[in-house]
């Protein structure tokens, strides 16, 4: 786990802690009222359960304690009490049955900078303004019908990708790198409607932001100690990203505004309605009122929450592929034998790719781009699993235990995407062993969104090239080490070698 503190600040930022020790071991006591229930493991002085979640993969550490302390277990992460869900039976409890109860956020330290102070859909507080833009998410912004707006752009910028991929000649390409920025492109382009001038540094900036979230962040497990979040020095590295990026969303709201006022219409490459002018739109007509500052934090869950998210998966399923030749062949066989007449893939035969969709589910499956859901915050106190959970208490799913839970799946281990042919398992929040997209009234509204920016890309580069790995590596000996985040991503980069194929009719 990654805790956010420049060296030169660690020593001030421990004696601080432990300034605080008395005040926050007394609250924490006082507060705990869910510590003697539910089962766990043995909590320090002040720190309570942190050194044990402190390792490279929170996510697997929790789970192996899980198998030891049940499917609901209580951690101590230092002031904060904190349960942990780890079968598809509790997350159905907590999910379904109680689900308003736990649609709640906690008040993180980067989200409140980076959200204008919650305002946009993934941290927003249960209640009136959320349940509006979720609104505005089915009917408007992530509809199916705005998603086939934009099948153009993502025809477009697909389709540059394979043109890059045919110029490296047979040399190694750091693919994951290219799937990154195309997916970023084809959401600049859905959000901004064209190329802004200052479009990659907004991108950048969101990628710094997401590493500084990576991770947990010290200052969120002592909220009481507020000086911990300006000692680490995070703060004020998110507030100065933000600031820059605050004003790049601002000239783009301005231009979009002042087009609308003008009549002018859009460039012949443009779609009618990108995601800016649809809310402004909203702003114009709606009775809700929609600021700029919540236009441009809406605009950051799109970013943020959509674009790291689908790029790690189709690099994962690519390097899943890659250690797994035989699916690999099962799956550009099909997506060739669907596109054969058309020496090209477009997306109305995607529909047809159902092996292709089985690799993606069992990529979902094995390795969840969010592993342990976004975090959710109990309202009231309730009764969970024969526990009483406490009121304020922090909640984390952890999607990637539910999807090995080995009374759900044989081998779980083992990457099979057979295992989903024929069977009606998915992804939409119903199925709790299941829920890489989350569940409840907290899930993702992004999944239309998300399917064609996964099943497009990973078509076409089977269908275009064969790949190899450089310098004779085997298959097997493929390292698939990952790294946790905001989404856990390959350690090292996905290295491969395209070779165009003969019945492509673009690359030759
Ligand atoms: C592979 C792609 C994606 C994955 C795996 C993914 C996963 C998730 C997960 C696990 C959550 C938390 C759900 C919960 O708390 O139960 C979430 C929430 C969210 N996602 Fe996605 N997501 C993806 C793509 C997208 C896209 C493309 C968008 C928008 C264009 C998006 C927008 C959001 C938003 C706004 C939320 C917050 C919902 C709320 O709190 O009400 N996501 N996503």
Redesign the pocket.
Known sequence: MELHLPSFQVLLTFLLVFFMMFKSLKKSKSKDSTRKSIPGPKKLPVIGNLHQIASPLPHKTMRDLALKHGPLMHLQLGEVSTVIVSSPEVAKEV?KTHDVNF?Y?PALVVPKVTTYDFT?????PHGNY?RH??KV?TTE??SASRVQSFRSIREGEVLNLIKTLQQSNGKPINIGEKIFSMTYGI?ARAAFGKKCKDQEIYIANITEITKLVSGFCLADFYPSIKGLQHFSGLKAKVEKIHKKNDRIVENIIKEHRARRASGKGKDEFEVEEDLVDVLLRIQEEDEFTLEDKNIKS?IL??FG???E??S??VEWAMSEMMKHPRVMREAQAEVRRVFKEKGNVDETGLHELKYLKAVIRET?RMR???PL????ECNQACEINGYKVAAKTRVL?N?WALGRDPDYWNEPDKFYPERFLNSSIDYM?TNFEF?????????????L??AP??ELPLAQLLFHFDWKLPDGIKAEDLEMTEVFGM?VKRKNDLVLVPTPYHGSTIVH
């Open positions: 999910m649609s956020r946009n859909i993934a941290f927003a959320w833009l979720r998410c912004l992530l959401t809406v869950d799109v929450a959509g674009s998210t689908s790690t998966t979902f969840p781009s969010v859901l976004l975090p959710r799913i999607a929040g829920i890489p997209f989350g569940a409840g009234r907290r899930i993702c509204p992004g999944i969104f998300a920016n996964l989404t």
